[in-house]
Protein backbone atom coordinates (compact mmCIF):
# COMPACT_ATOMS: atom_id res chain seq x y z
CA UNK A 1 0.00 0.00 0.00
CA UNK A 2 1.49 3.08 -0.52
CA UNK A 3 2.48 6.08 2.18
CA UNK A 4 0.90 9.23 2.19
CA UNK A 5 3.26 10.19 4.71
CA UNK A 6 5.36 13.17 3.15
CA UNK A 7 8.60 15.11 5.02
CA UNK A 8 7.91 18.49 5.84
CA UNK A 9 10.50 21.29 5.69
CA UNK A 10 11.46 24.62 6.72
CA UNK A 11 13.96 26.45 4.52
CA UNK A 12 16.45 29.13 4.33
CA UNK A 13 17.88 30.03 1.45
CA UNK A 14 20.23 33.15 0.97
CA UNK A 15 20.53 34.28 -2.73
CA UNK A 16 24.04 35.70 -3.36
CA UNK A 17 23.87 37.25 -6.83
CA UNK A 18 26.55 39.06 -8.69
CA UNK A 19 25.32 42.21 -9.45
CA UNK A 20 28.16 43.58 -11.73
CA UNK A 21 28.48 44.96 -15.35
CA UNK A 22 29.58 41.68 -16.63
CA UNK A 23 26.39 40.37 -14.92
CA UNK A 24 24.20 42.38 -17.31
CA UNK A 25 23.50 40.09 -20.60
CA UNK A 26 22.20 37.57 -17.48
CA UNK A 27 21.15 39.46 -14.45
CA UNK A 28 17.26 39.98 -15.72
CA UNK A 29 17.09 36.09 -16.15
CA UNK A 30 18.41 35.46 -12.72
CA UNK A 31 15.81 38.39 -11.05
CA UNK A 32 12.61 36.76 -13.00
CA UNK A 33 13.58 33.47 -12.01
CA UNK A 34 14.13 34.88 -7.99
CA UNK A 35 10.68 36.09 -8.71
CA UNK A 36 8.87 32.78 -9.97
CA UNK A 37 11.37 30.62 -7.36
CA UNK A 38 8.12 30.03 -4.49
CA UNK A 39 5.61 28.17 -7.34
CA UNK A 40 8.60 26.64 -8.99
CA UNK A 41 10.18 25.48 -5.99
CA UNK A 42 6.70 23.96 -4.01
CA UNK A 43 6.36 22.96 -7.38
CA UNK A 44 9.38 20.23 -7.88
CA UNK A 45 9.20 20.02 -3.48
CA UNK A 46 6.00 18.26 -3.74
CA UNK A 47 6.44 16.33 -6.94
CA UNK A 48 9.82 14.78 -4.32
CA UNK A 49 6.74 14.33 -2.04
CA UNK A 50 8.76 16.60 0.36
CA UNK A 51 6.33 19.74 2.02
CA UNK A 52 8.02 22.72 2.89
CA UNK A 53 5.52 24.72 5.59
CA UNK A 54 8.47 27.72 5.44
CA UNK A 55 10.20 29.31 3.19
CA UNK A 56 12.30 32.38 3.69
CA UNK A 57 14.47 34.13 1.44
CA UNK A 58 17.02 36.29 2.15
CA UNK A 59 19.20 38.48 -0.85
CA UNK A 60 23.06 39.68 -0.72
CA UNK A 61 24.03 41.48 -4.22
CA UNK A 62 27.45 42.23 -4.15
CA UNK A 63 30.04 44.19 -6.33
CA UNK A 64 33.25 45.22 -4.98
CA UNK A 65 33.82 47.51 -1.95
CA UNK A 66 37.43 48.92 -3.37
CA UNK A 67 35.88 49.98 -6.48
CA UNK A 68 32.04 50.68 -5.35
CA UNK A 69 32.02 51.77 -2.04
CA UNK A 70 28.52 52.36 -0.43
CA UNK A 71 27.30 50.65 -3.35
CA UNK A 72 29.23 47.30 -2.84
CA UNK A 73 26.74 44.99 -1.16
CA UNK A 74 22.59 44.88 -0.74
CA UNK A 75 22.03 42.87 2.20
CA UNK A 76 18.55 42.23 3.22
CA UNK A 77 16.69 40.79 6.15
CA UNK A 78 14.77 37.31 5.67
CA UNK A 79 11.13 37.68 3.68
CA UNK A 80 8.79 35.18 4.29
CA UNK A 81 7.51 33.76 1.50
CA UNK A 82 4.78 34.32 0.15
CA UNK A 83 3.20 36.93 3.18
CA UNK A 84 6.18 39.11 1.82
CA UNK A 85 6.16 38.42 -1.98
CA UNK A 86 5.36 41.92 -2.63
CA UNK A 87 8.29 43.09 -0.49
CA UNK A 88 10.68 40.55 -2.04
CA UNK A 89 9.68 41.38 -5.37
CA UNK A 90 10.07 45.14 -5.11
CA UNK A 91 14.41 44.02 -3.61
CA UNK A 92 14.80 41.90 -6.70
CA UNK A 93 13.43 44.34 -9.26
CA UNK A 94 16.09 46.59 -7.97
CA UNK A 95 19.20 45.10 -8.08
CA UNK A 96 20.91 46.40 -11.42
CA UNK A 97 24.41 45.23 -13.50
CA UNK A 98 26.69 48.26 -12.09
CA UNK A 99 30.14 48.93 -11.45
CA UNK A 100 32.71 46.12 -10.53
CA UNK A 101 36.10 47.80 -11.48
CA UNK A 102 38.42 44.97 -12.11
CA UNK A 103 37.54 41.10 -12.74
CA UNK A 104 37.14 39.76 -9.42
CA UNK A 105 34.58 40.56 -7.11
CA UNK A 106 33.90 40.68 -3.10
CA UNK A 107 32.15 37.19 -3.37
CA UNK A 108 33.94 35.91 -0.09
CA UNK A 109 32.57 39.15 1.75
CA UNK A 110 28.84 38.15 0.26
CA UNK A 111 29.08 34.38 1.49
CA UNK A 112 30.40 35.23 4.73
CA UNK A 113 27.32 37.62 4.92
CA UNK A 114 25.27 34.88 4.26
CA UNK A 115 26.52 32.37 6.60
CA UNK A 116 26.08 35.00 9.42
CA UNK A 117 22.22 34.96 8.72
CA UNK A 118 19.60 34.65 11.24
CA UNK A 119 19.11 31.59 10.05
CA UNK A 120 15.72 29.73 11.79
CA UNK A 121 15.95 26.89 14.30
CA UNK A 122 12.16 26.27 14.65
CA UNK A 123 11.61 23.68 11.72
CA UNK A 124 12.00 19.81 13.52
CA UNK A 125 13.49 19.42 9.86
CA UNK A 126 15.65 22.12 8.72
CA UNK A 127 18.19 23.41 5.49
CA UNK A 128 19.92 26.24 5.28
CA UNK A 129 20.71 26.83 1.89
CA UNK A 130 23.47 29.19 0.39
CA UNK A 131 23.05 29.73 -3.54
CA UNK A 132 25.75 31.81 -5.09
CA UNK A 133 25.65 33.30 -8.56
CA UNK A 134 28.85 35.00 -10.49
CA UNK A 135 30.64 34.46 -13.23
CA UNK A 136 33.73 35.59 -11.89
CA UNK A 137 36.63 34.71 -9.53
CA UNK A 138 36.95 37.07 -5.93
CA UNK A 139 38.93 39.22 -4.43
CA UNK A 140 41.16 38.06 -0.81
CA UNK A 141 39.25 38.78 2.09
CA UNK A 142 39.70 41.90 2.79
CA UNK A 143 41.06 43.85 -0.44
CA UNK A 144 38.72 46.51 0.08
CA UNK A 145 38.62 46.82 3.37
CA UNK A 146 40.57 50.47 3.55
CA UNK A 147 37.17 51.91 2.42
CA UNK A 148 34.93 53.23 4.98
CA UNK A 149 32.06 51.10 4.93
CA UNK A 150 33.69 48.22 4.82
CA UNK A 151 32.21 45.53 7.31
CA UNK A 152 33.61 45.34 10.61
CA UNK A 153 33.57 41.96 12.12
CA UNK A 154 34.39 40.22 8.83
CA UNK A 155 36.19 37.20 8.42
CA UNK A 156 39.87 38.45 8.28
CA UNK A 157 41.40 35.77 5.64
CA UNK A 158 39.93 32.65 3.89
CA UNK A 159 41.13 30.25 7.20
CA UNK A 160 39.30 32.30 9.26
CA UNK A 161 35.88 32.29 6.98
CA UNK A 162 36.72 28.00 6.33
CA UNK A 163 36.00 27.99 10.48
CA UNK A 164 32.93 29.79 10.23
CA UNK A 165 31.96 27.29 7.71
CA UNK A 166 32.71 24.72 9.91
CA UNK A 167 33.33 20.87 9.47
CA UNK A 168 32.33 17.98 11.02
CA UNK A 169 33.31 17.47 14.78
CA UNK A 170 34.29 21.52 14.42
CA UNK A 171 31.36 23.15 14.32
CA UNK A 172 31.37 26.55 12.71
CA UNK A 173 28.23 29.48 12.85
CA UNK A 174 25.62 27.31 11.01
CA UNK A 175 23.76 24.12 11.81
CA UNK A 176 25.94 21.75 10.49
CA UNK A 177 23.65 19.37 10.03
CA UNK A 178 20.84 21.47 7.84
CA UNK A 179 23.65 23.40 6.34
CA UNK A 180 24.08 23.56 2.02
CA UNK A 181 26.04 25.79 -0.32
CA UNK A 182 25.47 25.63 -4.26
CA UNK A 183 27.81 27.27 -6.43
CA UNK A 184 27.26 28.49 -9.77
CA UNK A 185 30.70 29.77 -10.72
CA UNK A 186 33.49 29.98 -12.81
CA UNK A 187 36.20 27.31 -12.24
CA UNK A 188 38.68 30.06 -10.35
CA UNK A 189 40.45 29.12 -7.71
CA UNK A 190 38.52 31.14 -4.68
CA UNK A 191 35.34 28.99 -5.64
CA UNK A 192 37.43 25.77 -6.47
CA UNK A 193 38.97 25.80 -2.93
CA UNK A 194 35.94 26.46 -1.22
CA UNK A 195 34.83 23.11 -3.46
CA UNK A 196 37.38 20.92 -2.41
CA UNK A 197 37.98 22.24 1.09
CA UNK A 198 34.38 22.59 2.69
CA UNK A 199 31.89 19.82 3.37
CA UNK A 200 27.90 20.17 1.69
CA UNK A 201 29.35 21.93 -1.26
CA UNK A 202 28.48 21.52 -4.70
CA UNK A 203 29.82 23.54 -7.30
CA UNK A 204 28.42 24.08 -11.14
CA UNK A 205 30.97 25.49 -13.22
CA UNK A 206 30.03 28.45 -15.37
CA UNK A 207 32.38 29.91 -17.89
CA UNK A 208 34.17 33.12 -16.52
CA UNK A 209 32.19 36.32 -18.25
CA UNK A 210 29.61 34.73 -19.68
CA UNK A 211 27.56 34.91 -16.85
CA UNK A 212 26.22 31.49 -16.12
CA UNK A 213 24.64 30.99 -19.83
CA UNK A 214 25.59 27.03 -18.90
CA UNK A 215 22.60 26.66 -16.62
CA UNK A 216 18.72 26.49 -17.38
CA UNK A 217 16.48 27.52 -14.79
CA UNK A 218 15.56 23.76 -14.37
CA UNK A 219 18.77 22.95 -13.38
CA UNK A 220 18.96 25.31 -10.77
CA UNK A 221 15.74 24.26 -9.62
CA UNK A 222 17.26 20.84 -9.07
CA UNK A 223 19.93 21.79 -8.11
CA UNK A 224 18.33 23.45 -4.83
CA UNK A 225 15.98 20.88 -4.46
CA UNK A 226 18.50 17.98 -4.39
CA UNK A 227 20.00 19.47 -1.50
CA UNK A 228 16.69 19.19 0.80
Not at 79 to 103: H, M, R, T, W, Y
Not at 166 to 172: L, Q, R
Request: charged share 25%.
Amino acid sequence: MASNFRLTYGVDLVFCIDSTMSMDPILDTVKNNALNFYQDFQRVMEAKRKRVEQLRVRIVAFRDYYYDGEHAMLVTDFFDLPSQSEDFEACVKCIEANGGGDDPEDGLEALAYAMKSDWSTTAQKRRHVIVVWSDEGTHDLGFGNSVPNYPKGMARDFNELTRWWGSKGNPGVMDESAKRLILFTPSKDSWTKIRDNWNNVIQYESNAGDGLRDYDYEQILNAISNTI
